[in-house]
């Protein structure tokens, strides 16, 4: 089945099983960067029905069908996560819907995520001296908090930085071709000394906070320096 057979079979599914009268392909089919296996990742649009959202995921020749069917009113506000819809390729539109739908998605992408609270980006800093403290003690809680610190520098390079974070697929291609050496650190992360650098490229520099972090870091890394060296001429385990 190619490509036209397997939409114009998505767009049956929508519009005569669930009266979607408008229906938007997204994700990696609407880009182009798809694999075979990639998801078929499609919204469709209808005037009433359940107000809760619809899924509809199923094995899609050689792939995954994995279809929102949404009621117009959810679409009074415009969320962050429809920012997932960029770029789109209207499949379907009996009335205009998806095409006003898509440039008030685009008009809030062009205005960018709204600024910290107060504090916010200082409590961040903190957060990563912490994790890297426990992060240092090499038990089985540090190996989770490895991952989580991994797991969450992604999104806070965006959000540090006031772009909009779209996902892991879409945030490493972007640093790949604006900040490679940030894409770099995060493909080097085996040692404590990598995750700290990497620690370093995910915040931006900021004048005072600047200073008042590498001196956190500093006391944090030398109090799990002193953690480390205490545990290794111990005895036995050391009893907390």
């Known amino acids: 089945m190619n490509d036209a057979?397997?939409?114009?079979?998505i767009v049956q599914t929508l519009t005569i099983d669930h009266r979607c009268h408008a229906v938007i392909l997204y994700g990696s089919r609407a880009r182009g960067d798809f694999q075979l296996a990639s998801d078929w990742d499609v919204a469709g649009i209808r005037e009433g029905g359940a107000t809760a959202t619809l899924r509809v995921a199923r094995a899609f020749h050689g792939a995954w069908l994995d279809a929102f069917v949404y009621s117009e009113a959810a679409f009074t506000v415009i969320d962050p996560e429809l920012l997932r819809f960029l770029p789109a390729r209207i499949l379907v539109?009996?009335?205009?819907?998806?095409k006003t739908l898509l440039e008030r998605v685009?008009?809030?992408?062009?205005?960018?995520?709204?600024?910290?609270?107060?504090?916010e980006d200082e409590m961040v800093r903190v957060w990563y001296a912490k994790m890297l403290v426990r992060i240092a003690r090499g038990d089985l809680e540090s190996k989770y908090r490895r991952i989580e610190l991994l797991y969450?520098?992604?999104?806070?390079?965006?959000?540090?930085?006031?772009?909009?974070?779209r996902g892991a697929k879409a945030a490493l291609p972007w640093l790949a071709r604006h900040d490679p050496e940030t894409h770099a650190a995060f493909e080097a992360h085996?040692?404590?000394?990598?995750?700290?650098?990497?620690?370093?490229?995910?915040?931006?520099?900021?004048?005072?906070?600047?200073?008042?972090?590498?001196?956190?870091?500093?006391?944090?890394?030398?109090?799990?320096?002193?953690i480390v060296v205490r545990d290794v001429g111990a005895?036995?385990?050391?009893?907390?």
Do not use: H, M
Not at 93 to 98: C, L
Not at 109 to 115: F, L, R, Y
């Open 235 to 240: 005895a036995g385990p050391r009893q907390s």
């Open 93 to 98: 539109d009996e009335r205009g819907f998806a």
């Open 190 to 226: 085996a040692s404590l000394e990598d995750l700290r650098a990497l620690v370093q490229r995910i915040l931006p520099a900021q004048r005072l906070q600047q200073a008042r972090a590498a001196r956190t870091l500093a006391d944090a890394c030398g109090w799990a320096r002193r």
């Open 5 to 9: 057979q397997a939409l114009a079979e």
């Open 106 to 119: 685009d008009l809030l992408d062009q205005q960018g995520p709204p600024p910290l609270p107060e504090g």
């Open 152 to 165: 969450q520098a992604l999104e806070n390079y965006f959000k540090l930085r006031r772009l909009w974070y």
